[in-house]
Nanobody
């Protein structure tokens, strides 16, 4: 059974940087696409970035050029390096795994990122 534990969220000023981590268990990590999602207050959860097992990366337009997704298969961990943070990046950030075309219907507790002066 997939288990996900996100960490690294914090309060940061606009323009600042933050690195999130997500440790996964219960799956063959290296065989899965991993992704980051976020949910802002009053809004639906949205996809942010994903990294395929062959290291191909994709980003939402809103974060392209500011966020970098990476993975360490030996640690079964996916990362999200966030830079030039904006107040609109404020959200709870979640990671998830995908095998084929479907994301798992299993979410961790998320990690809160707040961008504010």
């Amino acid at each position: 059974q997939l288990q996900l534990v996100e960490s690294g969220g914090d309060l940061v000023q606009p323009g600042g940087s933050l690195k999130l981590s997500c440790a996964a268990s219960g799956i063959i990590f290296s065989a899965h696409t991993m992704g980051w999602f976020r949910q802002a207050p009053g809004k639906q959860r949205e996809w942010v970035a994903s990294i395929i097992h062959n290291r191909s990366k994709n980003y939402a337009d809103s974060v392209k050029g500011r966020f970098i997704i990476s993975r360490d298969d030996s640690k079964k961990t996916v990362y999200l390096q966030m830079s030039s943070l904006k107040p609109e990046d404020t959200a709870v950030y979640y990671c998830n795994a995908r095998y084929g075309n479907t994301w798992y219907n299993s979410w961790g507790q998320g990690t809160q990122v707040t961008v504010s002066s």
